[in-house]
T-cell receptor
Framework: AAGVIQSPRHLIKEKRETATLKCYPIPRHDTVYWYQQGPGQDPQFLISFYEKMQSDKGSIPDRFSAQQFSDYHSELNMSSLELGDSALYFC?????????????FGSGTRLTVV | AQKVTQAQTEISVVEKEDVTLDCVYETRDTTYYLFWYKQPPSGELVFLIRRNSFDEQNEISGRYSWNFQKSTSSFNFTITASQVVDSAVYFCALSSEKAGANNLFFGTGTRLTVIP
């Protein structure tokens, strides 16, 4: 069965650079969520999209932006990277009205800022 | 507000011992969903189980079992006859069916180490 695809798996950037993370949800899933997990931390909700519109916003820095495209894939854009942005970034997808069936997570993108 | 508390930060057990991971949640919603995820050293989040607020039936899946008690707002997870491969961080999570706000809230996780 198709899963949530995230790319790249690993990314190394320097401070003040920009990074773009991509997420391809499970087919027919219309909602995408982004989470950030710092070292030794639990995943923190950043932002979500439903039908290409932002549906909820968590602790996402102003330096970050995201969008969902017509094919439902989503991109998380991160600018002016800081050392503290080093984390595992997860994308998850679900289908609205079917939260009871759970969220499927991608394998994550490990971002290292040096 | 949603909140998930996993009071046990780290647990170590010897292989074949049983272990229970605690999870206590807070929510004002009447319809909500509880989840457990496993995060092995490789980093991915592996879905284990989901429970909705209307179903308090306990569940068993092989060596795993879950005890959901609304009266104490708890959703505990027991691994029977633990194995080394069970070593991971386990997250309990909560979500509710609210329009535009149904993201998952995670607990801080419990790191389980199974010693051979």
């Amino acid at each position: 069965a198709a899963g949530v695809i995230q790319s790249p798996r690993h990314l190394i950037k320097e401070k003040r650079e920009t990074a773009t993370l991509k997420c391809y949800p499970i087919p027919r899933h219309d909602t995408v969520y982004w989470y950030q997990q710092g070292p030794g931390q639990d995943p923190q909700f950043l932002i979500s999209f439903y039908e290409k519109m932002q549906s909820d916003k968590g602790s996402i820095p102003d330096r970050f932006s995201a969008q969902q495209f017509s094919d439902y894939h989503s991109e998380l854009n991160m600018s002016s990277l800081e050392l503290g942005d080093s984390a595992l970034y997860f994308c998850a997808s679900s289908r609205v009205g079917q939260v009871q069936y759970g969220y499927t997570f991608g394998s994550g993108t490990r971002l290292t800022v040096v | 507000a949603q909140k998930v508390t996993q009071a046990q930060t780290e647990i170590s057990v010897v292989e074949k011992e049983d272990v229970t991971l605690d999870c206590v949640y807070e929510t004002r919603d009447t319809t909500y969903y509880l989840f457990w995820y496993k995060q092995p050293p490789s980093g991915e989040l592996v879905f284990l189980i989901r429970r909705n607020s209307f179903d308090e039936q306990n569940e068993i899946s092989g060596r795993y079992s879950w005890n959901f008690q609304k009266s104490t707002s708890s959703f505990n997870f027991t691994i029977t006859a633990s194995q080394v491969v069970d070593s991971a961080v386990y997250f309990c999570a909560l979500s509710s069916e609210k329009a535009g706000a149904n993201n998952l809230f995670f607990g801080t996780g419990t790191r389980l180490t199974v010693i051979p």
